[in-house]
């Protein structure tokens, strides 16, 4: 979902290369494109000493920069060009984007309310907007970006999905499931969403509906330690520990550190007598969470 | 006048019959004001406590008060505190008159928790109280004064404590004593409030600070303790962030087990191997963790069987973005965590939880909840970030089927009131066959929630234990009852929900059973007696060995009992 946008837009034109030099541009763009990153800096390096003005070299040679994890100097230059270009909403898109990759949020969100605030109707914008303010747990406002989208496209991809996390957050369940269910009927193929809502299912007892979600998932969708665990336990739940085993098993061969994994096999083993294959699972559970916890700030 | 008084009491009760919680607190005269440090709560200390204590301590048959209070920050640092708990006598007519300079309570310390038992067996009710700073016993001399003997009973710790209850886990006829010890902190060099919540600047800990180990306290008998947290295998763990504690007979072996709820990290449960030696077997239960195997912020403790299968369940509150669970017991000696199939998980998402408890409050016979709620960070309140600084407490109404429903709004205004709330305890303090609850809320008044109605919703009965092998208070008692719905349990117990401690009585809601057609005692010292046919909507005094004296009106235990046992 990481989609930049690259445009030349109408806002832009001014700041559009010079004829002589578009396909040089052009090149560089289309190495970008390619995901050729060192490519397209030989070329955005170039155009950026030729056009140090031209807003769209600037910005090309930032968002490379960017794509090479080379930060610091990509905000220089996607800064540099919003300056050279302050009404192209798809320059703080692409800001917004870059300081989300590199982990600044707080400086993110203000990116990409401009973004939002000078192209209301990109929505990919909005979408991150929303998906930010989330994180941050800034629910109402990031519901409402969410629900704009909605008023202006329904089936937007993941747009469900987000919502179903805002309200699971808020312990409404009947909402959360709605949306889940919405978001897997509209994109079937994409097992985030099929995921949450094969676990919602189980917490609200739902359980056969979940395990055929996530069997479906299985035979669609590559395998995950989520998966095999969410598996695990909806086949604990209808009485298959034999065969929730096997599923916990795979889950933890998948993620030797996903902690859940071995708690689940420890309870199931424990469930079926086999004491010290419990133990082993709950030793390693107990090493994982300690891990985990120390690392955490 | 009568006549406005019944048209009053109609239109306190909701009109569809079910019972309302009203809010006497100011009209009942508990004259009360908590204080708890700064209003932006830099500091740690600011933010957790206080508890409240039920307990008859002038043995008239009515419930006293005890509200636990916090403190001043400058006045902390100068080594003052004009804060002061307070004792509320119960004068039996629905109000309260403030005792505390009389009987000696109002402590000198930033107070945390409290909870009452006769840990001397003289028939007296004493006070334990666990502060920021020495901890505080006060013995009940039986004149309406107690003497602090803390220090001469060796159980004053300077760690910083935050919860306690008595139990008798050797059997032995005398009450010890579990304290939860919760970081080490010291307000002289406590760090400014430079942490990080959702990118909000608050106050720091308890991640990052120390963790200060809990201590386990034996009876010698003679009116002092011996620290044993060593000998009985308590101080193998690792140091945790204690918060909640409620022994509790888990393994029905006839002695009392140990449930502490850690703030962040795993729950204990100290199984009693006997011998005075316990194992910690909280994993291997399933009652460290919740089902995911996530180590939750665990704060307040609430026991009671819900779902009428003899088995003692427990429920822990937590942190906001998180649920409560509650962990049934299978019977197996394991626990499973039924918080979403009882539909209690999602409606406690948003809210921080702190003092709870299983109580009918509707005497149908399933035991309800009750959660006080109210958040650590004023700040929150700044941001919209899904919770708030106080939050309206809840309640839920268990269904029958192992499945409850949220009646909040349903059970009068008083419950929609919004407030930081910490300890909470309940009693039938108007002896009407009810019960009613008491909840202690940072720096303000207490809420003291009158139940309007619930004696009119079912009948009930109520049992005044007083143990002669056994501890007098009877603490760890079960009793088991049948009626033609079926069978109920409870056991006893002195310190438990949060910082707090409840009505000692054990009250029962039959529903439409006007008979009780079993009733079971299992006294702590092992004894058992069984008695048939009591009726219903009746208060008993039962002394270990004797026949239950049944009355309509609550019992004095003043002419009941017999102070040189």
């Keep these: ?297 | 006048m009568r006549v406005g008084f019944c048209v009053m009491l109609l239109l306190l009760s909701s009109s569809d019959g079910r019972p309302r919680f009203v809010e006497v607190g100011r009209s009942a005269g508990l004259d009360f004001q908590h204080a708890s440090g700064s209003a932006s709560k830099d500091y740690i200390l600011e933010t957790i406590g206080s508890g409240a204590a039920w307990l008859d301590y002038d043995r008239d048959g009515w419930m006293d008060l005890y509200l636990v209070n916090g403190g001043d920050w400058q006045e902390l640092k100068a080594g003052r505190r004009s804060a002061s708990n307070a004792l509320f006598r119960n004068l039996g007519d629905g109000t309260f008159s403030e005792v505390t300079r009389r009987a000696g309570v109002g402590g000198r310390h930033w107070g945390m928790g409290a909870t009452a038992a006769d840990f001397d067996n003289d028939g007296w009710t004493d006070l334990f109280i666990v502060n920021y700073g020495p901890n505080s016993l006060f013995r009940n001399r039986g004149d309406g004064s107690f003497d602090e003997i803390a220090e001469k009973a060796g159980v004053a710790s300077t760690l910083w404590g935050s919860s306690a209850a008595f139990g008798d886990y050797d059997g032995d006829g005398w009450l010890d004593l579990y304290v939860t010890n919760y970081v080490r902190f010291d307000h002289q060099e406590a760090r400014p409030p430079e942490c990080q919540y959702r990118g909000i600047q608050v106050h720091c800990g308890p991640k990052g600070l120390t963790p200060s180990p809990d201590r386990l306290y034996h009876n010698n008998r003679d009116g002092t303790f011996s620290d044993v947290s060593e000998a009985s295998g308590i101080a193998r763990v690792e140091p945790a962030y204690g918060l909640g504690v409620s022994w509790l007979d888990f393994d029905e072996d006839g002695d009392a087990d140990l449930f502490v709820a850690n703030d962040s990290m795993p729950n204990y449960l100290f199984l009693n191997q006997g011998a005075g030696r316990f194992e910690e077997v909280g994993l291997l239960s399933g009652f460290a963790y919740s089902q995911d195997g996530n180590a939750q912020a665990g704060m307040g403790i609430a026991t009671g069987d819900y779902d009428r299968d003899g088995q003692l369940d427990l429920y822990l509150t937590h942190f906001s973005d998180d649920y409560n669970t509650l962990y049934r017991n299978s019977g197996e000696e394991m626990f499973r965590d039924q918080s979403y199939p009882a539909q209690l998980a999602f409606p406690t998402w948003q809210y921080l939880g702190w003092g709870t408890f299983f109580f009918d409050f509707d005497n149908d016979g399933w035991l309800d909840l009750f959660v006080a709620n109210g958040h650590i960070y004023p700040q929150v309140d700044s941001y919209q970030i899904g919770t708030a600084f106080r939050q309206r407490n809840q309640l839920f109404a268990n269904l029958g089927n192992g499945k409850f429903r949220e009646v909040t709004g349903e059970a009068g205004p008083a419950l929609e009131t919004v407030l930081s709330s910490r300890g909470a305890a309940y009693a039938d303090f108007d002896n009407d066959g009810d019960l009613d609850l008491v909840v202690n809320n940072l720096d303000s008044r207490p809420s003291l929630l009158r139940n309007e109605g619930g004696n009119r919703a079912g009948h009930w009965v109520s049992f005044a234990l007083e143990g002669t092998s056994s501890n007098r208070s009877a603490v760890g008692a079960r009793v088991g009852l049948v009626t033609a719905q079926g069978k109920q349990v409870q056991e006893l117990q002195a310190g438990s929900s949060y910082q707090s401690s409840h009505d000692p009585r054990l009250h029962f809601g039959l529903g439409t059973d006007t008979r009780v057609s079993e009733l079971t005692v299992r006294w702590p010292s092992g004894a058992r007696q069984t008695f048939r046919d009591l009726a219903a909507d009746r208060w008993y005094f039962l002394r270990e060995g004797s026949e239950p004296v049944g009355s309509e009106a609550a019992p004095n235990p003043m002419s009941t009992r017999d102070p040189e046992r």
């Design chain 1, 1 to 297: 979902m990481r989609r930049l946008i690259l445009s030349c837009s109408l806002a832009g034109l001014m700041a559009c290369p010079a004829l002589g030099r578009q396909s040089a541009y052009q090149e560089a763009l289309e190495q970008f494109t390619a995901r050729n990153f060192l490519g397209a800096l030989a070329k955005t390096r170039v155009l950026v000493a030729e056009g140090p003005e031209n807003p769209a070299y600037v910005h090309l040679h930032g968002l490379t920069l960017g794509a090479l994890g080379q930060y610091s100097q990509a905000f220089v230059y996607l800064e540099r060009a919003i300056a050279l270009a302050p009404a192209e909403a798809a320059y703080h898109h692409d800001l917004g984007m870059t300081l989300l990759q590199a982990g600044h949020d707080a400086e993110a969100l203000q990116a990409l309310r401009k973004a939002v605030e000078l192209a209301p109707d990109n929505l990919l914008s909005r979408l991150y907007l929303g998906r930010i303010l989330h994180n941050r747990n800034l629910s109402d406002e990031a519901m409402r970006q969410f629900e704009e989208i909605g008023r202006r496209d329904d089936k937007f991809p993941t747009l469900h999905y987000h919502m179903a996390k805002i309200h699971l957050n808020s312990g409404r369940a009947p909402e959360a499931l709605a949306e889940l269910r919405r978001e897997a009927e509209l994109f079937p193929n994409n097992p985030l969403p099929r995921l949450e809502l094969a676990e919602l299912l189980l917490k609200l007892g739902e359980v056969e509906e979940a395990l055929q979600q996530l069997k479906e998932l299985e035979r669609a969708s590559p395998p995950s330690a989520r998966l095999y665990w969410l598996l695990g336990k909806a086949l604990q739940a209808v009485g298959k520990p034999g065969e929730a085993v096997a599923a916990a098993l795979r889950s933890a061969d998948l993620d030797s550190s996903f902690a859940p994994a071995f708690y689940l096999l420890a309870t199931l083993y424990q469930q079926l007598g086999e004491e010290a294959l419990a133990q082993q699972a709950r030793e390693t559970f107990q090493r994982l969470s300690r891990q985990q916890n120390s690392a955490q700030p």
